[in-house]
């Protein structure tokens, strides 16, 4: 097949129905879905039961259950498309016609696709969150593809489609960064994307999901940020958008205390250079969105020289 779905699931049955029927009423054909199921029981199995006599699709058992991301790379090397499509199970097509253009798509001369979408909540069907990526930040996060940390401008897995000679994985260290990461290093190696504005899926919002969970929770957040400045180093800081990223996550969890930091390992001068001027602010300034982007950039031009060494 052209396009592989590959589906992680994890016993939300009545999500993916919803996502299987909405693949089921594609114009498009020249796919295979595969289902990768961490389930502890058969209700997924028995779902995609019911989907075989009318969609081309595959089921696995994962023996124990994978987890976030370890499924969606279990799903994913099941694949034998050209190219692979990751679908979260609560996501969903938005048209009929949506898998047909991602397949046009694919003729552009670019290995990473991605559509817009729009944000579904759960505990409010009426009320659609749009997305709009600008042309500036199109540039920008080809100029840094860090920049995604300020701001995931892509979206979720769901949005995209890659070609299968990209062998990168989704880092299994990683929850609440996971594809903001992935992105990063699929933009570094390839330096550019096709980007679809036609809004081709629904991506649902709800509080069960992972991402919810890990929310500004510093037992989750300072441990991804130590592993992103260890893979994509110190250096990416001298983009004032990263670095704006990371004064709101320390702001945000009020990470103002070395001691906070140093729980959670060793960091580099330039953080705690960013602590100690966040720390100097007060802190009912710093919730004012104009006046924490001031102070955040005084902070960015006094530590540049600190970045530039520590980076060396």
């Known amino acids: 097949p052209l396009i592989s779905i590959c589906i992680p699931a994890y016993q939300r049955v009545a999500y993916l129905q919803r996502l299987l029927e909405s693949i089921r009423s594609q114009d498009y054909a020249d796919f295979e879905v595969l289902v990768s199921d961490d389930s502890r029981d058969d209700s997924v199995k028995d779902l995609v039961d019911q989907f075989g006599a009318v969609l081309p699709i595959r089921y696995v058992k994962n023996a124990v259950p994978l987890g976030t991301p370890a499924n969606w790379n279990a799903a994913i090397s099941q694949a034998t498309g050209a190219w692979i499509k990751l679908m979260h199970d609560d996501d969903w097509f938005s048209r009929p016609n949506a898998l047909s253009i991602f397949a046009k798509a694919t003729s552009a001369g670019r ?50 489609l890659f070609h299968r000679s990209i062998h990168e994985t989704y880092d299994e260290r990683l929850k609440w960064r996971v594809d903001m990461e992935y992105y990063v290093r699929l933009l570094q190696q390839e330096r550019g994307f096709f980007f679809l504005p036609e809004k081709l899926v629904n991506v649902g919002i709800s509080h069960s999901q992972v991402t919810q969970s890990c929310l500004y929770k510093p037992a989750i957040e300072l441990p991804e940020g130590r592993i992103l400045l260890e893979k994509h180093g110190v250096a990416v800081l001298q983009n004032a958008w990263v670095y704006d990223a990371w004064w709101r996550l320390l702001r945000n969890m009020k990470i103002l205390q070395p001691a906070q930091l140093a729980t959670y390992g060793n960091w580099p001068d330039a953080i705690y250079a960013m602590q100690h001027d966040l720390r100097a602010v007060p802190f009912n300034l710093t919730r004012f969105g104009p006046l924490s982007k001031a102070f955040m950039y005084l902070s960015y031009l006094k530590n540049k020289s600190l970045i530039r060494k520590s980076a060396a």
């Open 111 to 160: 290995k990473f696709i991605f559509s817009d979408y729009d944000n579904k909540y759960e505990e409010n069907a009426d009320f659609v969150q749009k997305t709009d990526l600008s042309s500036a930040w199109k540039k920008r996060i080809i100029d840094e593809p860090m920049a995604l940390l300020a701001y995931n401008v892509i979206g979720p897995p769901s949005v995209t």
